[in-house]
């Protein structure tokens, strides 16, 4: 039994976090700020590295890691919070590599093809081999297929079945959010849930991109109470300040350890991983909005501006809250499930 | 990353639940603390007959030597089998015996060790003060020495079971002349000395096994000193650090089952409308599922830190962390108790069941106080975690 990450795991960790550095860093334009199209190079230089791939078996076209791999990874991705349908490419890879579309498969992994996530406003939309109902579309543009994500079955769907999208302006600045209405549309491949767990694979990542947030806003918070001088002291030595830092590192902790918890059990086959993976979700959607809010706070009036990285990392975990369901969804979930092993 | 454990770790699981299934004491007394008392004692007793008691104490001094790994194996199985806690052997078990093997004399350790791995005796703590809780360094209880003894006067408080312990932790200042965390001295109490009374105080959860300890002229030999003269405050502190670490394992385990119990009446019990079972209330519902998912971290929490140990060896002050979640968690389940009790939630020390739920939830208030207040945690945190300026 070990928690800790191996050297190899972080190895993993910090060439995505310098890589993800690096390109957020070198772009001309503020992506995180600016809805921007996806930079088709470094979607495909992620591709190459495999990071769509990452926990899928070498058989089936992937790199032969397990999930808690992908939950590092997508920890560096809250960490950053870079642009792009990180998530709908790792999740439609598998999905068509599992479907047995392996040409289909291999170029999502290559990041060739985009994949837009398409969420259900309602559970009466849902995934199955005809496609009905209200969506929300994530990261839409220049997509060749949508995913959706169920606990009932995952679809992937063409693009040009859609139908009219209506853009609408995210919350996120750097999200493409569009609605788009579905009508019997056929999917391209579709899978009901079963030994895939990839709704509970999605959770887990959307818990460990959350985790991450809550990590980033701890360490943004810290440092700036750190520096940051008021009535000559630095604002970190008041309690009211350090205390609040103190419950962001509790709810860090607590994320990253429940994320990595329920990415092994769901790696090891464990008969509890639904549970695991729904106590993720929930403990990393607590931990990251309220990290967020109390960074924000923590920043003052910095904290309030656009320019400040504090209001990002919020509307990105309200953009991931809004993913494979909801927190109040998972909380619904959680409790009908037999108790953990 | 893995959750697997060890071969060995499995079979010493099997066996663990099989005598566990065979030993444990069964039908813990919830409200009647005498009772809980020799149902502690019985027992410590029943683990050292099998070879249990000091789950993690070295095996040269009589304890079971178990891994970090294996003591989790023990307290999951022990919070299976519904033997929540060890109350009145905790201070003998969790801190006194760690005390004596990091700093006793040879004489100490065989005298005294023993004993309460037997369960022979009953520890508790003499540090807090009633001018001294959160700043204990500032203690005043004052030991004089005279001839081969120590003559100590002053008062202590908030020290569990101590009216019925025979041993006591017992700091106190031998030296007011330097800086207040020089000059305290680690003594072992003798509780039936000349000159000790304990008075019971009574809780807001009713109990009364939480006393004031006054002390005038009490006598203790200085072979009854532990470590050096003036230098019990860091005898003190490498057992507190040891208490953040494992120590509290057991309730932090123990209480993913009270979450499941929980649930379990909440499915039956009628709640708060009086109609319907109370899980069929919304709120009610979404709080046992958050309870639910947040002891799962906790879990996971435990088994970090437990990896961190196994790597880095001794516990850091990430135990302050899980200690925190832990005491936030556990009144959020006694509060959360009471919601689902609805109309039978005021019923107080009545022996059913069902109402132990309102004498745990009264008991809860304590978690963020005892071993460290919840405020001086997120110091701990604040400055030893994060580097915040002081």
Redesign the interface.
């Known amino acids: ?6 050297d190899e ?1 972080q190895e993993i960790a910090s060439t995505v976090a310098s890589l993800l550095t690096d390109d957020l860093g070198n772009d001309t334009i503020d992506v995180r700020r600016t809805p921007t199209p996806i930079n088709r190079e470094t979607w495909a230089r992620y591709g190459e590295l495999g990071w769509f791939s990452l926990g899928l078996d070498e058989g089936l076209g992937g790199v032969g890691y397990g999930l ?1 791999e992908e939950a590092i990874l997508f920890r560096e991705i809250g960490r950053q919070i870079p642009p792009g349908p990180f998530l709908a490419s790792t999740l439609s890879a598998r999905l068509a590599a599992l479907g047995g579309q392996s040409q289909l498969a291999g170029s999502i992994a290559a990041g060739r093809t985009l994949v837009a996530l398409a969420e259900p406003r309602n559970p009466d939309s849902a995934a199955g081999a005809s496609i009905s109902g209200s969506f929300d579309l994530f990261d839409g543009q220049d997509a060749e297929y949508v995913l959706i994500v169920t606990p009932r079955g995952a679809a992937l769907v063409a693009a040009e079945d859609l139908g009219s999208l209506q853009p609408t302006a995210c919350i996120d600045p750097s999200v493409h959010l569009a609605t788009v209405d579905l009508s019997g549309a056929g999917a391209a491949l579709y899978r009901p849930a079963g030994d895939d767990l990839l709704f509970e694979r999605g959770t887990i990542l959307i818990a460990a991109t959350l985790a991450g947030v809550a990590e980033a806003v ?1 360490d943004m918070a ?1 440092e700036y ?2 520096v940051r001088e008021q009535f000559g ?2 604002i ?2 008041n ?1 009211a300040v ?2 609040r ?3 962001m ?2 709810l860090a ?6 994320v ?2 329920a ?3 769901v790696d ?1 086959g ?1 008969g509890d991983a639904a ?2 993976a ?3 979700r ?2 990393a959607t607590d931990a990251a909005l309220e990290g967020a809010r109390a960074n924000i706070q923590i920043h003052g009036g910095m904290g309030y501006t656009f320019e400040c990285d504090a209001n990002l990392f919020l509307k990105r975990s309200h953009v991931l809250d809004r993913q494979l369901g909801d927190k ?1 969804a ?3 979930r ?2 009908d499930l037999p ?2 092993i | 990353m893995d959750l697997q454990f060890s071969v060995a770790d499995l079979s010493f699981r099997e066996e663990v639940r099989t005598w566990l299934e065979e030993n444990a004491p069964k039908d813990r007394p919830q409200n009647d603390r005498k009772a809980l008392t020799e149902y502690d004692i019985n027992w410590q007793k029943i683990q050292w007959a099998g070879g249990y008691a000091g789950i993690s104490w070295p095996a040269e001094y009589g304890g079971r030597g178990a891994s970090l790994t294996q003591q989790l194996v023990w307290f999951e199985e022990c919070g299976r089998a519904g033997i929540p806690g060890i109350d009145t052997c905790f201070v003998g078990i969790n801190h006194a015996g760690p005390t004596l093997i990091a700093s006793g004399t040879d004489e100490q350790k065989s005298f005294h060790l023993p004993k309460i791995l037997r369960g022979d005796v009953i520890w508790c703590q003499g540090f807090s003060e009633p001018g001294s809780g959160s700043d204990l360094a500032s203690l005043s209880t004052r030991g004089i020495i005279d001839g081969d003894e120590l003559a100590v006067t002053g008062q202590k408080i908030w020290t569990s079971f101590g009216d019925k312990a025979q041993y006591q932790e017992l700091l106190v200042r031998t030296d007011a002349s330097g800086s207040k965390h020089k000059g305290i001295t680690w003594i072992i109490g003798d509780m039936s000395a000349p000159g000790i009374e304990v008075r019971p105080i009574e809780t807001m959860a009713g109990d009364a096994d939480f006393c004031e300890v006054f002390y005038d002229e009490a006598r203790f030999p200085l072979t009854s000193v532990v470590g050096r003269l003036n230098d019990g405050w860091n005898v003190a502190m490498s057992t507190l650090s040891f208490e953040r670490g494992t120590a509290f394992m057991l309730s932090q385990v123990a209480l993913a089952q009270v979450v499941e119990e929980l649930i379990d009446v909440a499915r039956t019990h009628t709640g708060p409308d009086g109609r319907r079972p109370a899980i069929a209330d919304d709120e009610i519902s979404r709080h046992l599922a958050q309870t639910r998912a947040d002891v799962a971290a906790l879990r996971a929490m435990t088994y970090l830190s437990i990896s961190r140990g196994a790597k880095y060896g001794t516990p850091g002050p990430e135990g302050s962390i899980s200690k925190l979640r832990y005491s936030d968690l556990s009144q959020r389940v006694g509060r959360l108790a009471i919601d689902v009790l609805g109309h039978d939630a005021l019923n107080f020390r009545s022996r059913s069941q069902l109402h132990s739920w309102v004498q745990e939830y009264l008991r809860s208030y304590a978690a963020s106080i005892g071993g460290g207040t919840s405020e001086i945690q997120r110091n701990i945190i604040g400055d030893r975690v994060l580097g915040l300026p002081r």
């Open positions: 039994m070990d928690l800790l990450l191996s795991q808690a701890r810290t109470a750190k002291r630095p970190g030595v309690q350090k205390h830092c103190a419950d590192a509790i902790e607590a994320a990253a350890a429940q990595f918890f990415a092994v059990s090891e464990r549970f695991q729904s106590a993720a929930i403990v109040y998972e909380l619904d959680l409790i108790q953990a």
